[in-house]
């Protein structure tokens, strides 16, 4: 990809945002997940649904996140990292 919205994290294990289209998509993510944990469940309860399914709801937008990341990432292997060397 030439312009990677995610790339290898300087310290630890994953991804972080490299430029500002992967930082758009991290805090869209944030907000339409909080959104949905805030909302969702009084919607569930008072239409006589299981609160489980919000966290199943929860799961699939962060497995969708992480695909999208891993898709938009610069190709770096997953490993841990101990800072630039």
Same mark, same amino acid.
């Given at each position: 990809?030439?312009?990677?919205w995610?790339?290898g994290?300087?310290?630890?294990?994953?991804?972080?945002?490299?430029?500002?289209r992967? +930082?758009?998509a991290?805090?869209?993510?944030?907000?339409?997940?909080?959104?949905?944990?805030?909302?969702?469940?009084?919607?569930?309860?008072?239409?006589?649904?299981h609160?489980?399914?919000?966290?199943?709801?929860?799961?699939?937008?962060t497995?969708?996140?992480?695909?999208?990341?891993?898709?938009?990432?610069?190709?770096?292997? +997953?490993? +841990?990292? +101990?800072g630039?060397?």
């Open positions: 990809m030439k312009h990677p995610f790339g994290k300087t310290f630890g294990y994953g991804l972080s945002p490299k430029g500002w992967g +930082w758009l991290m805090g869209a993510f944030i907000v339409i997940l909080n959104g949905f944990l805030i909302i969702t469940p009084g919607l569930l309860v008072r239409v006589g649904v609160p489980a399914w919000t966290a199943l709801g929860a799961l699939v937008l497995v969708g996140f992480v695909a999208v990341a891993i898709a938009t990432s610069d190709g770096e292997p +997953w490993r +841990w990292r +101990w630039r060397r």
